[in-house]
């Protein structure tokens, strides 16, 4: 009966030994930049004259362009929505420049399906190549609609960047590859784009130091504990270990004592915690693993202005 259960571990642990969905990083790079960052930013659009001041739009324009560079996005954009709704017919540039920075108020503040539908609702999808903002534009959208999972309209604003700007569709490329974790297209960054050395040279430590969720789950599986061992858990590592180690004596001894019913359940409740051990290991590496990559690909964007809002020359 012993020798049975035995096998029967040895044969599940080679099954879970290998968790393809463990084996992928789940990155999360996110960056926002502080308030003062966007307040030295330049305006994309020419001063209000002093006509155009004295006017109930132009006042309900200024003010909201005050309350904006602090991120009062609420109140900006109230302002900008009482700006356009007083907003002559015939003053069709300013009327551009109030829905963008409806638009980017949006963008700042997280609301990408609030940003698209002021773009496809508005007179923003006619504007000229010459737009003071176009560039910016361009950007937000392509976010905007990667957020929303439009990878449709995402590859037509980005067809449209690669026409426009070079430069900027490949640090475009390159900023989707690093957020989604897309080893394939990083790797093919090596050679293809300027920032490739400096990026293969900063991956090398991730690839050095990434830990093994094979090997985790394997050592968890020949000695309950050591996986964790493995991924720092020290603590975690030991409980495991005593667990384990307890629940395989009492099934033993009451196998060995004569009670068999007993002993399936203390059984059934060790295989619980020995597998369960395996696949925690595997998600212990797997976690790291992920944290690891967050801080390479972070830390290299930062430095290298790869994160879309970073990538924008202008705001309000």
Partial sequence: ????????????????????????????????????????????????????????????????????PDLDLYRAITGYKRALILLPPDKTERRFQIEYDILLCYYYGGKYHDAIETFEHGSLANVPADFPAFRDLLIILYEAYGKVCSPYKQESILKLIQEYDAGLYSNLELSTALINADFCQIQTSYTEHPLGKPLQSRFQGFYQNKLS????????????????????????????????????????????????????????????????????????????????????????????????????????
């Fill in 213 to 316: 969720v094979r090997r985790a789950q394997i050592l968890n599986a020949v000695l309950p504990g050591a996986g964790y061992f493995y991924t720092g858990q020290n603590r975690t590592a030991i409980t495991a270990f005593i667990l384990n180690a307890a629940f395989i004596a009492a099934t033993y001894e009451l196998f060995h004592n004569g009670y068999p019913a007993a002993g399936a359940i203390t059984a059934s409740l060790e295989f619980g915690w020995y597998f369960g051990g395996i696949n925690g290991a595997g998600l212990s590496a797997k976690y790291y693993n992920d944290q690891l990559y967050n801080c390479y690909a972070k830390d290299f964007m930062l430095d290298h202005y790869l994160f879309p809002v970073l990538m924008l020359e202008k705001s309000f």
């Fill in 1 to 68: 009966m012993i020798k049975n259960c035995i096998s029967l571990f040895l044969a599940l642990a080679i099954l879970t030994g290998c968790n393809p969905a463990a084996l992928k990083i789940d990155p999360c790079v996110e960056y926002f930049p502080p308030d003062h960052y966007i307040k030295k930013m330049p305006s994309a659009f020419e001063p209000l004259t002093a006509e155009e001041r004295d006017t109930d739009w132009g006042r309900e324009l200024v003010i909201a362009d005050n309350f904006a």
